[in-house]
């Protein structure tokens, strides 16, 4: 009944991916909006949207809290949701180098796995790993043995990685939608990917 008429279906919108792609304008809140007294006390209660990614307590979470936790962590939902963010660096106090997408197509962590291992700053901020040398940004890496020369190759494309990256240094770490949307996330740019981009004529503005 969710397929297109010209595919012999009703196009009725999916109500389960549907909420939750609602449920995705709140996740997308929580980590774009600068404050608010909501969001203050979702920090202090749960520590922010950074906490979806942990195991949930459930006897201490709201059930709106474990419904953020689903549309982050839902893989029938077409995609995990933090695939399709994207993070625009300022400064970098914010996003973290290795857990963080913020260069290419992937997490460094994910993208070079083997180096993630070696560096001793896991949890550490973009900010952490640059310094400012005679009037242009140099980066810093440390790691927890030599390398061997196979791995000095892959430092190589890890560096071109990195420095292929581009900063707005007079502006804050934000987040951007990969859909395409260039007011961010919408509910539409979140629902048509995972529904096989069936028409939305009669939902725009949703």
């Known amino acids: ?108 962590k994910n993208v070079f796995s083997r180096l993630f291992s070696l560096s001793l700053s896991k949890d550490s901020a973009v900010t952490t790993f640059r310094g400012w040398n005679y009037g242009k940004w140099d980066w810093n890496f440390v790691w927890r043995r030599n390398l061997f020369e196979w791995e000095k190759q892959i430092v190589v494309l890890f560096s071109q990685a990195v420095q292929g990256a581009s900063f707005d240094l007079d502006k804050e770490d934000r987040w951007e939608w990969k859909e395409g949307e260039k007011l961010g996330y919408t509910v539409k740019s979140a629902y048509l990917p995972s529904k096989g981009g069936q028409s939305w004529r009669e939902w725009d503005g949703v």
């Open 1 to 108: 009944m969710c397929e297109a008429r010209e595919d012999g279906g009703l196009r009725i919108i999916d109500l389960r991916t549907f909420n939750l792609a609602l449920l995705g304008k709140w996740v997308w809140r929580l980590g774009s909006d600068k404050g608010g007294l909501w969001k203050e006390i979702i920090v202090s209660k749960y520590g922010g949207w950074r906490s979806l990614r942990e195991e949930g307590k459930d006897n201490k979470e709201s059930i709106w809290w474990k419904d953020l936790r689903k549309v982050w962590n839902s893989k029938d939902w077409g995609r995990n949701f933090e695939d399709s963010i994207n993070w625009k660096v300022g400064y970098g106090k914010k996003v973290l180098f290795w857990e963080d997408n913020w260069v290419g197509s992937g997490t460094l």
